[in-house]
């Protein structure tokens, strides 16, 4: 099983930024696509950004250009480096990592426990 742990959440001003976090340690044979999702109050989960094990990223439209996600396969880290933050990036960001416990497993998928970025005006 793996376990991620987050961490870098927090208040910042409008404008400014904050770093998050994951990291994942456990039993796993391959970690396949490390990311982030956000679920803000009375909303869906939704996707933030997510890179595989290769580099190959993906983000939502609504923060292009101002997150980063970034990812060390040796630690089995990921990072967000969120830039410019707007009031509408309040919400419990989750780190997620889909991952394999063996070469013939089937993927599984493991969550943080969330950590709170709130942007104030």
């Known amino acids: 099983q793996v376990h991620l742990v987050e961490s870098g959440g927090g208040l910042v001003q409008a404008g400014g930024s904050l770093r998050l976090s994951c990291a994942a340690s456990?039993?796993?044979?391959?970690?396949?696509?490390m990311g982030w999702y956000r679920q803000a109050p009375g909303k869906q989960r939704e996707l933030v950004a997510v890179i595989t094990s290769g580099g190959t990223t993906n983000s939502a439209d609504s923060v292009k250009g101002r997150f980063t996600i970034s990812r060390d396969n040796a630690k089995n880290t990921v990072s967000l480096q969120m830039n410019s933050l707007k009031l509408e990036d309040t919400a419990v960001y989750y780190c997620?990592?889909?991952?394999?416990?063996?070469?013939?497993?089937?993927?599984?998928?493991?969550w943080g426990q969330g950590t709170q970025v709130t942007v104030s005006s």
């Open positions: 997620n990592a889909i991952f394999m416990t063996s070469f013939y497993s089937t993927p599984k998928d493991c």
């Open positions: 456990g039993s796993v044979f391959r970690i396949n696509t």
